[in-house]
């Protein structure tokens, strides 16, 4: 039980340590407003796992000594981030505004960590430079979630147009499918490749079975040479012609045998009677009747 427990706390840390601070505004006067109607500055928070995060009970703070500034309410089913999904948080300091409105502003912090639930442990950190961000200019990551940790700002930038809970790297830019269109307006590349994938994947399933085919072939020559090893190493003594003499002992106790079980030797109690046929009844034959036959004499 101990164990297992051990086990989930390792997994919700391993979940934590999944979030990713992605992008905030410091200051906002035409930007996006939050759910009361009031333009503030915001900090916005990024899944990079393929798995839902639950960040309740985890901190915010712009306060290096104070890690534990602003606990993110737990039992909030809007806390568990989806994969690869984002969350705002409006840094306005109004936290009774409900669980997305921190305790602090930006206007005047030099830095916005994300600690883990234990209080302790910075999971992700970024430094602000007001110098280089100017009213409704957010700071973020150039691709959603990639970057440093140490908060040195590598793979931040400043961003073209804030993107608030969507993607940082495809607002403007041009979809996949988009730039393949273009490339292969008739679709020829992408038959090519995709009959060239099942043809190499019919390739590899021929050289798989015929060496599945060969090794059986082998294996079997391999036991069949083993048995006749053994074959060979048997003596030579096993192999000796019988003689005729003892053939002929063997057709005589045969032969005895059987007469002597006809003359009953062993059963000498029994009495055998072989059953004549005749072709006449001795009862119906005219020389044993009771009377002759009347004769008549002439004088």
Not at 190 to 208: D, G, N
Not at 239 to 245: I, K, M, N, P, V
Not at 263 to 274: K, P, S, V
Request: proline fraction near 3%; charge should be negative; aromatic fraction near 10%.
């Amino acid at each position: 039980m101990l164990g297992c427990v051990i086990a989930s706390l390792n997994l919700n840390a391993q979940n934590m340590s999944d979030m990713r601070l992605n992008e905030f505004l410091v200051t906002n006067t035409d930007d996006f407003e939050d759910d009361f109607g009031h333009k503030n500055g915001w900090i916005e928070l990024f899944n990079t796992s393929y798995g839902t995060v639950d960040i309740g009970g985890c901190y915010l703070t712009d306060d290096p000594g104070n890690l534990t500034k602003y606990m993110v309410p737990k039992g909030d089913i809007l806390t568990k981030i989806k994969p690869r999904q984002h969350i705002l948080f409006w840094a306005d300091n109004q936290p009774f505004r409900g669980t997305f409105h921190i305790n602090f502003k930006l206007d005047e912090a030099k830095e916005i960590l994300f600690v883990s639930s234990d209080g302790r442990t910075i999971i992700d950190r970024i430094k602000i430079d007001h110098s280089q961000l100017t009213p409704n200019v957010s700071f973020g990551r150039t691709e959603d979630g990639i970057g440093s940790v140490s908060g040195d700002g590598e793979g931040w930038a400043v961003m073209k147009k804030t993107s608030p809970s969507t993607n940082n790297f495809t607002l403007d830019g041009e979809s996949a499918s988009m730039r393949l269109k273009k490339l292969d307006p008739y679709g020829i590349v992408m038959a090519v490749t995709a009959m060239s994938v099942v043809f190499l994947a019919l390739i590899l399933l021929y050289i798989v079975f015929k060496q599945i085919g060969n090794a059986s072939i082998r294996g079997s020559q391999k036991r069949s040479d083993n048995v006749t090893q053994k074959d060979d190493k048997v003596p030579d003594h096993k192999y000796e012609e019988t003689s005729a003499e003892v053939y002929a002992a063997i057709s005589l106790a045969l032969h005895l045998y059987r007469e002597e079980n006809e003359a009953h030797d062993y059963e000498n109690t029994i009495l055998t009677i072989d059953k004549v046929k005749k072709t006449y009844s001795p009862w119906s034959s005219k020389i044993y009747t009771l009377r002759e036959t009347p004769q008549l004499r002439k004088k």
